[in-house]
């Protein structure tokens, strides 16, 4: 649930400095895109810390190479929240984003049926992972692509 908290409060600081003067985050979709792009920047630090372990565990065993896929996949979520912060690249950036977030479903969905700690904390169920996946491309979709700026 920490990557929600940290879409949450970066997309409320975002608004919130909207409100004190920046007009490029008066509306709601840009801080939402704020959010998720430091969201996105968290999850993927997880990638290339003492988290990696863990988020190699998570990897199917049908897929090669779990190591460099969980790098790939790091490498990914950085270049998508950058994509999502430059007007020119957004809506690509949500796309490749939101095809992303269901490329890597089955590994959720491997790591709470293996029982894939993070940090030794317990997994999370499958159901609030979906449920999590699915706001985070609601939110995409809704900031990003659908969104008129």
Do not use: K, Y
């Amino acid at each position: 649930m920490a990557p929600l908290i940290v879409l949450v409060v970066a997309g409320l600081v975002a608004r919130l400095i909207g409100q004190l003067g920046v007009a490029s985050l008066r509306e709601w979709a840009a801080a939402t895109r704020v959010g998720l792009a430091v969201m996105f920047c968290f999850t993927a630090a997880a990638h290339f810390n003492s988290m990696r372990p863990d988020m190699i565990a998570m990897v199917p065993p049908f897929v090669p190479n779990p190591g460099l896929m969980v790098t790939f996949t790091g490498v990914c979520e950085i270049l998508g929240a950058i994509g999502l912060l430059v007007p020119r690249t957004r809506r690509i950036a949500a796309a490749a984003l939101i095809v992303f977030l269901l490329a890597v479903l089955p590994a959720n969905i491997h790591a709470a049926q293996a029982g894939v700690t993070l940090r030794g904390a317990p997994p999370t169920p499958i159901a609030p992972r979906v449920a999590l996946q699915a706001l985070f491309i609601v939110l995409l979709w809704g900031s990003s692509i659908r969104a008129p700026r």
